[in-house]
Nanobody, 119 residues
Framework: QVQLVESGGGLVQAGGSLRLSCAAS????????MGWYRQAPGKQRELVAA???????NYADSVKGRFTISRDNAKNTVYLQMNSLKPEDTAVYYC???????WGSGAYWGQGTQVTVSS
């Protein structure tokens, strides 16, 4: 069984910073792409940032220059450093991982962590 557990969300004022973490655990052989998605009320879930096991990154245009994704492959953990936060960044943030487990492979999601940016 594989689990992705997020932490680090919360309430912050506009212009502030937060750091999200997501750790994958279980019978994992390797995690390929790991990413962060977000879903605001009434909107579809969207990709925020993703990173390959080799460190290649991809960002949504709306967060470029403000957010930084990184990972620790030894810990199967991905991070999202969010700076210069805006009220429109308010959403539930979900971690996603493309997991190669000892018994097979699949995409897994975390439970989500709320990020609220006040103006």
């Amino acid at each position: 069984q594989v689990q992705l557990v997020e932490s680090g969300g919360g309430l912050v004022q506009a212009g502030g910073s937060l750091r999200l973490s997501c750790a994958a655990s279980g019978s994992i052989f390797r995690v390929n792409v790991m990413g962060w998605y977000r879903q605001a009320p009434g909107k579809q879930r969207e990709l925020v940032a993703a990173i390959t096991s080799g460190g290649i990154t991809n960002y949504a245009d709306s967060v470029k220059g403000r957010f930084t994704i990184s990972r620790d492959n030894a810990k199967n953990t991905v991070y999202l450093q969010m700076n210069s936060l805006k009220p429109e960044d308010t959403a539930v943030y979900y971690c996603n991982g493309d997991v190669i487990a000892t018994w097979g492979s699949g995409a897994y999601w975390g439970q989500g962590t709320q990020v609220t940016v006040s103006s």
